[in-house]
């Protein structure tokens, strides 16, 4: 007969020093009871604090992810603190529920590979392809998964030199090359605005990606151990965007899951997500973001290689609407990187 297996020693990294801190800290909050509840000891860690004592744990149980990212004046400057990966060792797996910078962009996932430390999500090779947007793009192009046109706009660029006329029937989408939770992102509608954008999406990195906007539905898949997950729809009540604020504050988006699409449709966005995951060499499991045009074209966005795992967010809705449990998920996360 098969033994159960064995519960595991995870040690969880939480906060880091990216835009999406708060959104880090809201997941952490919703693994860690999860893990528990599985029966696995969890220790937890921030990236740039250290071993969370049990009052700091307490504080991050209850976190909540506010209407607007932390301003930049007020986020730590420190991506990981000094003898982290010793105070690591011990466990099982490092369990990442980091978002963004170096926790996604595979600075952290290399440190952990130099130490021999088995960890959730995608490797560093893969995690820094799918967080640079104009190099993901580019790979989904080159892999035949259809994206909306672009450009990247390097540091000394000038906007006023980019290919696309922005008019209020073709606006441009314009965002930081490595940033996720639509954080800097601006949708440009007229070209005296363009500028403006360009210094918004600078405060968050010195590359900036100009994108065709393609108006119509949002959909997104999740992937998980190379297979989908179910399709959703995020439908807008009074926004043109799904902005930090419609992802994280319940209530202002309509997140449909499984969406009520055609079976042909959800096999399309199906095979689409998994061959984007696979095109950055994606591991584990993530998410795949999908417009759909007033055609019925399908353009693929972006991977993202951690996504969140907040309460509103939507990889653990995929997951839900597929018949795996939220506690069942993050065990079945863990047991991928121990392989």
Same mark, same amino acid.
């Given at each position: ?225 190379? @297979? ?8 807008? $009540? ?25 079976? @042909? ?54 997951? @839900? ?10 065990? $079945? ?7």
């Amino acid at each position: 007969m098969d033994l159960p297996p064995k519960p595991m020693r995870v040690a969880l990294l939480l906060g880091g020093a990216s835009a999406e801190r708060d959104v880090s800290i809201a997941s952490a909050a919703e693994v860690i009871p999860a893990l528990r509840e599985r029966g696995h000891s969890v220790d937890v860690f921030d990236t740039v604090k250290g071993r969370l004592g049990s009052a700091d744990e307490e504080r991050v149980l209850t976190a909540t992810v506010g209407y607007a990212p932390p301003d930049l004046a007020l986020r730590p400057v420190v991506g990981m603190v000094p003898r982290l990966v010793e105070e690591l060792l011990g466990a099982d797996v490092v369990f990442l529920a980091l978002h963004g910078g170096a926790g996604e962009n595979g600075v952290i996932q290399a440190i952990l590979d130099s130490a021999g430390l088995r960890y959730t999500g995608s490797g560093h090779l893969a995690s820094a392809m799918a967080m640079d947007k104009d190099l993901s793009k580019r790979l989904f192009r080159a892999g035949g998964v259809p994206t909306p046109d672009w450009m990247l706009l390097e540091p000394d660029g000038d906007p006023d030199t980019i290919p696309f006329e922005i008019t209020p029937c073709s606006p441009m989408i314009v965002k930081p090359n490595a940033q996720g939770s639509t954080i800097g992102l601006t949708l440009v509608k007229k070209p005296q605005d363009l500028h403006d954008a360009v210094r918004t999406a600078r405060m968050h990195d010195a590359d900036v990606l100009i994108e065709r906007f393609v108006p119509g539905r949002e959909f997104v898949v999740g992937v998980l151990d190379g @297979q989908p997950l179910a399709v959703g729809e995020i439908k807008l $009540r009074d926004k043109e965007i799904f902005d930090y604020e419609a992802k994280y504050q319940a209530g202002v988006a309509l997140e449909i899951f499984p969406a009520d699409i055609p079976k @042909q449709l959800t096999t399309e966005l199906q095979d689409l997500a998994v061959g984007a995951h696979e095109l950055v060499k994606a591991s584990s499991y993530s998410r795949v973001d999908f417009r759909q045009d007033e055609e019925g074209r399908l353009w693929c966005l972006e991977v993202n290689t951690l996504p969140g795992l907040t309460a509103t967010s939507l990889f653990p809705q995929s997951a @839900q609407a597929s018949g795996i449990s939220f506690p069942e998920l993050c065990e $079945r996360i863990c047991r991928s990187a121990l392989g």
